[in-house]
């Protein structure tokens, strides 16, 4: 444990000048988005969130997250798998290709479903002449929200992978268990906090994805507006107080993904404390 | 402590204990999770983003350029980079503190002023959008005492600024504070015995130890303030020439039809992020160089 | 991948009730802005005297953002029924660009195929405390004006055009007309992108003196956002908006749903919609109706884009396309 050799000013003062900056720009539009969404009193909110757009738009965004993350988790673990256990040549070159979505805009994101699957776009004809629908309709947003969230997993499992090493996996499977045995009893265990850790973080991003999102809509009131896309849409309405409550739901969302990160975070630490000599 | 979004060194597999450099392994799996990450990796990122170099590789240089980079758009630019540079300088230097304040003090709240740091990865961008409109416009929470003494934070530059701080702050601390737990205490009280002033130990001992992660994470954010747009747009003013943002020009490109303007734009930012990772990356193998040096 | 998606998509895209198309049909019905209280209320109406006159149940479905993004988006492929648009350009540029309308789209119905019509008000802080009278007030010196983004928003490029009928007429050249939109757009504090972000900006983030806004934004926000908090100034000059609706036939016919987007259409034209458009703020085009809410709006003088600037096509290119006069003001103003 560090020794608090510093003096008590310069303590006290950092402490201070972080927890006032961290108070201004974090919760400060928290208690706004609650304080709003409040602000005409509980019915408001209460019809608000049980209005049929808004539980359409909690579906789409449920069943957006549903499909998206689990397939981010396969991603991630074969990525990780592939990158961690084994060297080849170009392999920083493949994690730059991985990590590409977190620097590329979102809406550069929602653009290049639109340039491929719409109809002005490469496949838009051939897509319109079998009936397939993808840019407005779900399967675009599923693609978009999939690409904003594509490195979460893999970003969390790669250094952790690496870290582990391989001994483990190697010890198992030379006393004959098969490949897969090995991954479900021994990688799995001992990536599963990591991975519970990248998962919340991938959720909360499918769930509240914007920018991306907002170009492939077509933006259907009950079809395809997503919970971000709602919250917009009510304030545009003027709905404050609608679009504030939805908000809220996401701010919710975000809450608990910090409270159920914080206690992954203590497991995390005190199984790798545990593990570590 | 782990985060997502800090960077491990590429290769660091290749580094880490010493039984890995084997390049023979007996696991089995890598054909199967190798084909998988690049089927999917090309499905979903590579073949979609090529879509945007091959559209505006069709449209000629002078076309390009006419549209990539007619004024608006570099004006634009500006205020999406400078924006995203202020926001990042300021973030490093409170980001910095936070982490700071994190690692080495006690305090009551810790866990959760620790949690929160992660709030601006969990809250969607648009909420965070509204809220801070709400919070700084004229008549808004802060924005109402502010405007009596000529400040206004919404619909400028200075909004887009604060959004992008709020965006931007996580990345930071969590760069820098996995560094700064490895460092011991002990090399700042042994210079502090010997009678260094505490500014002395900071720039001396402190910043070049974590300078590269500060760097990376600078990076980290600066990309993704370039980039961001759900927050942004709420807040930012989006007059052309003073507070449009590259990406709206693109959104508004896209809606007078003109794909080849968007086109263009957009492979301008693609470009600014490859390099941005680049640059990431070669921080990175910089500092593991100058640490096994 | 694409086995997946078409699953989804014909999950999402409607006909899931099993009975087939007869017993329920769906419209898409892509708009702009302002137009979400006039069709919500419009909606059920056409959908329950359909069904008398049917036997069908029909679902609408409404799509509403700045005209730009919503005639891009059907660009794109958003499979709309029917758009009604801020402005013909849009509508226009749907038909150049696919092969879902044919050109001559505007002759199909009456009125240059626009069921109500609207023009261009200022909406001002109750009192009046700029005393803000006409156009010429605008460009004084400490007045601030709310417009939207004539780039993206129909609406903005009404308001736009109007400002430019004014100084025309009033100053009689083109030059002068330029001299006096350039210095209006300087005393624009916020760009936003659709006319519901403008009123956003005034109206609830008090921004701006005035709001350059459609004539039923206007009532819309003095009636049910803020009663008593502003007041309606009628310019001497404004501009006649006629915002258009068409029938997509091609997908409208893919979707097996042809006449029902057509009734729909001309249920807009019926007495019973009329009043419904009126009630809504938007001028009613049927004598009855007309006179019904005649009280309700001022009496304006009206110029229109097809005596003034010679139709969309021409106005756009002159103004707003990329290198137009909206641009060359900009780009001498900001930089």
């Known amino acids: 444990m560090h020794r608090e050799n510093s003096r008590p000013a310069a303590r006290y003062g950092l402490i201070a000048v972080a927890v006032l900056f961290l108070a201004l720009f974090l919760v400060l539009p928290l208690a706004a988005v609650f304080g709003e969404a409040l602000s005409k009193g509980a019915t408001a909110f209460g019809s608000a969130v049980t209005e049929p757009d808004a539980l359409a738009a909690i579906r789409l965004t449920l069943l957006v997250a549903g499909i998206s993350v689990p397939l981010n988790i396969v991603f991630g673990i074969a990525a990780a798998w592939a990158i961690a256990k084994f060297d080849f040549p170009g392999k920083s070159l493949l994690i730059s290709f991985i990590d590409l979505p977190f620097s590329v805009s979102p809406v550069v994101a929602g653009l290049i479903y639109v340039l491929l699957f719409g109809a002005q776009g490469w496949l838009g004809p051939w897509l319109r002449a079998h009936d397939i629908e993808i840019i407005f309709a779900v399967p675009g947003i599923l693609l978009a929200t999939i690409f904003v969230t594509f490195p979460f997993v893999a970003r969390e499992l790669i250094p952790l992978m690496s870290e582990q090493g391989r001994d483990d996996e190697e010890a198992s499977l030379s006393l004959g268990a098969s490949g897969f045995q090995t991954f479900w009893r021994v990688t799995l265990p001992n990536i599963r906090w990591g991975l519970l850790y990248g998962v919340l973080l991938c959720n909360a991003r499918a769930m509240g994805e914007f920018g991306a999102v907002s170009v492939v809509s077509g933006h259907l009131r009950g079809i395809t507006n997503t919970m971000p896309l709602h919250v917009e849409i009510l304030y545009n309405e003027y709905n404050f107080v609608a679009a504030f409550a939805v908000a809220s739901l996401l701010a919710l969302l975000a809450l608990v993904t910090l409270v159920l990160k914080s206690i992954v975070e203590w497991r995390f630490d005190y199984h790798r404390g545990g593990a570590g000599h | 402590m782990s985060s997502p979004l800090q960077m491990p060194a590429p ?257 301008v930012m693609l470009v600014a992020s490859f390099a941005m990772l680049l640059l990431i990356n070669l921080i990175q193998a910089w500092s593991r160089k100058r640490m096994d040096g | 991948m694409v086995v997946a998606a078409t699953g989804l998509a014909s999950c999402s895209s409607g006909s899931d009730d099993g009975g087939g198309a007869v017993q329920k049909a769906e419209l898409l019905n892509v708009s702009y802005d302002p137009t979400r209280e006039l069709y919500a209320e419009i909606n059920p109406k056409f959908a329950a005297k359909w069904k008398a006159e049917t036997g069908q149940d029909v679902k609408i479905t409404m799509s509403h953002g700045g005209a730009g993004k919503q005639a891009r988006a059907v660009i794109d492929g958003l499979d709309a029924d029917v758009v009604t648009l801020a402005l013909a350009y849009d509508i226009d540029e749907i038909a150049a660009r696919t092969d879902a309308l044919s050109p001559g789209w505007q002759k199909r119905l009456a009125n240059n195929s626009s069921p109500y019509t609207s023009t261009i008000v200022f909406l001002v802080r109750a009192g009046n405390p700029k005393g803000i009278k006409d156009w010429d007030d605008l460009i004084k010196p400490g007045v601030k004006v709310i417009t939207p983004n004539p780039k993206t928003s129909g609406g903005a490029r009404w308001n736009f055009l109007a400002a430019w009928a004014y100084a025309l007429k009033k100053y009689g050249s083109d030059a002068a007309a330029r001299d006096y939109v350039t210095k209006l757009f300087a005393n624009v504090p916020v760009l936003d992108s659709g006319a519901r972000g403008s009123t956003t900006t005034f109206v609830e983030r008090g921004i701006g003196d005035v709001l350059l806004a459609w004539e039923n934004e206007a009532f819309l926000a003095q009636k049910e956002l803020g009663k008593g908090k502003f007041d309606i100034v009628v310019p001497s000059i404004s501009i006649l908006a006629e915002p258009p609706v068409a029938v997509l036939d091609g997908n409208a016919k893919r979707h097996g749903n042809f006449q029902l987007a057509e009734a729909y259409l001309k249920y807009l034209y019926t007495p019973e919609a009329q009043d419904i458009i009126g009630k809504n703020y938007y001028r009613p085009i049927s004598p009855e109706a007309e006179a019904k809410y005649a009280s309700q709006f001022p009496k304006v003088n009206l110029v229109t884009v097809d005596d003034e600037f010679g139709g969309w096509q021409a106005a756009q290119k002159r103004f707003f396309n990329d290198g137009g006069v909206f641009d060359e003001i900009f780009a001498k103003t900001k930089r």
Do not use: C, H
């Open chain 2, 11 to 267: 290769g660091l597999a290749a580094e880490t204990r010493g039984g890995s450099r084997r390049s023979q392994s007996i696991i089995p799996g890598f054909g199967l999770t190798m084909g998988l990450t690049i089927a999917w990796l090309s499905l979903i990122v590579l073949i979609p983003l090529s879509t945007v170099f091959i559209k505006s590789a069709g449209m000629g240089w002078a076309e390009f350029v006419a549209a990539g980079l007619s004024p608006r758009a570099i004006a634009a630019y500006k205020v999406s980079f400078g924006t995203a540079f202020v926001a990042a300088i300021i973030n490093a230097i409170f980001g910095l503190v936070t982490a700071w304040v994190l690692v080495r003090y006690q305090f009551p709240g810790k866990r959760i002023v620790n949690a929160l740091v992660d709030l601006p990865f969990a809250l969607p961008t648009a909420v965070a959008g509204i809220a801070l409109t709400a919070i700084y416009a004229g008549n808004g929470w802060v924005g109402q005492y502010l405007e009596p003494l000529g400040i206004a934070v919404a619909y400028n530059p200075i909004g887009i600024t604060v959004a992008l701080i709020f965006i931007g702050l996580p990345f930071i601390v969590r760069s820098v504070e996995p560094v700064l737990e490895d460092m011991s205490a002990e090399v700042e009280e042994a210079a502090l015995s010997l009678g260094a002033r505490p500014w002395q130990i900071f720039f001396r001992i402190i910043l070049p130890a974590i300078l590269p992660a500060l760097l990376t994470g600078f990076a980290l954010a600066f990309a993704r303030g370039v980039g961001e747009y759900g927050s942004v747009i709420f807040i930012a003013g989006n007059m052309p020439f003073e507070s449009e943002i590259a990406p709206l020009l693109i959104v508004t490109q896209l809606e007078q039809y003109n794909y080849a303007a968007a086109t263009a734009i957009a492979t």
